[in-house]
């Protein structure tokens, strides 16, 4: 399955889902009308994906269109239509809920190569403004899935071998340092919570998929660390970690690369050793870990170049 059908709908696709279901449940009468405005209005989103939604449903034929204006298929019915709640899908300077299609779409693509991003172009693919595209982009910088080259334009490296291992560094690096800082303001239970998380998720038939493979690497590799107290070293760790967020893609598609998850039983060492409190340990245990994980993550990468082939997008350029 292409990668992008896993992304969460974008706002046109919403808008029209929520008024199928309303012509389906009776909400939105036959006879109904319907403009580009009002659905605009109502939904929090541009003309342009409102004008989206109501060329699908109309093709779906749902609707009908008489010159500029619609109205839901079929004859009116008798008593008035009943008025509807106001839905806003989000509002129009807000970036949150288009940030995990745009971060999976790019993160896809840096397995197969280094990409340039183009802010403008982002906004118009979308329809909303440049300032929720700025928006996006300083989230894609703050999580290390963009950078900007000598001239100041954005791009997103490839996880090249070189790119990974650099990352890859970075983190036995800096993240030992975290958990040794983290140990002593660990909250009472959290160790014993992350240990019956990761035996269910190893136990025999557990149903593992990558959402639950993501939690348990953030478990360790973001909350557990976060209680370092240390909010510079934290900004620091955040690069490195844009690979936790290309796991977050290449888990979904190689969960069968290796059979059962490796990570699990070596995130339980860690954790097994701050529970006796040998933090000396448990940090050469993770930099045992990260070390081995550099590798899997090549094998992940490379894997997925042969399965993907994404639709181009207007706002990538292949470099």
């Not at 790019?106 to 909303?128: C, D, K, P, Y």
């Not at 954005?154 to 040794?180: G, I, K, Q, Y």
């Not at 934290?234 to 290309?246: G, H, K, N, T």
Request: glycine share 6%; hydrophobic share 45%; net charge negative.
């Amino acid at each position: 399955m292409p990668a992008e059908k896993r992304l969460a709908p974008r706002l046109y696709q919403q808008a029209r889902d929520a008024l199928a279901d309303e012509i389906a449940q009776g909400a939105l009468p036959k006879g109904a009308p319907l403009t580009q405005l009002g659905v605009a209005e109502r939904f929090g989103i541009s003309r342009a994906p409102a004008r989206m939604a109501l060329n699908e449903l109309t093709h779906s034929g749902l609707i009908e269109r008489i010159g500029a204006r619609y109205k839901v298929a079929g004859t009116p019915d008798v008593c008035p239509a009943p008025a509807l709640p106001e839905t806003r899908l989000t509002p129009r300077t807000s970036w949150e809920l288009l940030y995990p299609e745009i971060e999976l779409a790019i993160v896809a693509r840096t397995s197969l190569a280094s990409w340039r991003v183009n802010e403008a172009e982002m906004a118009r693919h979308h329809g909303v403004s440049r300032t929720v595209a700025r928006d996006v982009m300083g989230r894609l910088q703050q999580r290390g899935i963009i950078r900007k080259d000598d001239s100041s334009r954005w791009f997103a490296p490839a996880l090249t071998a070189t790119n990974v291992d650099e990352l890859f560094e970075l983190r036995w690096l800096l993240e030992p340092v975290a958990m040794e800082k983290a140990a002593p303001n660990l909250p009472p239970g959290l160790l014993d919570d992350m240990q019956a998380a990761l035996e269910a998720a190893m136990a025999k038939d557990a149903a593992t998929d990558g959402a639950v493979l993501d939690r348990l690497e953030q478990q360790l590799h973001v909350d557990l660390l976060g209680h370092c107290g240390n909010d510079a070293l934290m900004r620091a760790i955040s690069l490195p970690q844009a690979l936790l967020v290309a796991h977050h893609f290449l888990y979904q598609w190689t969960l069968e690369l290796f059979g059962t998850e490796p990570f699990l039983g070596e995130h339980l060492e860690i954790v097994h050793r701050l529970q006796a409190g040998d933090v000396a340990g448990a940090k050469a245990a993770l930099v045992a870990h990260l070390r081995i994980s550099r590798r899997r993550a090549m094998l992940r990468i490379e894997a997925v170049q042969d399965m993907i082939q994404p639709e181009p997008l207007p706002y990538l350029e292949r470099l």
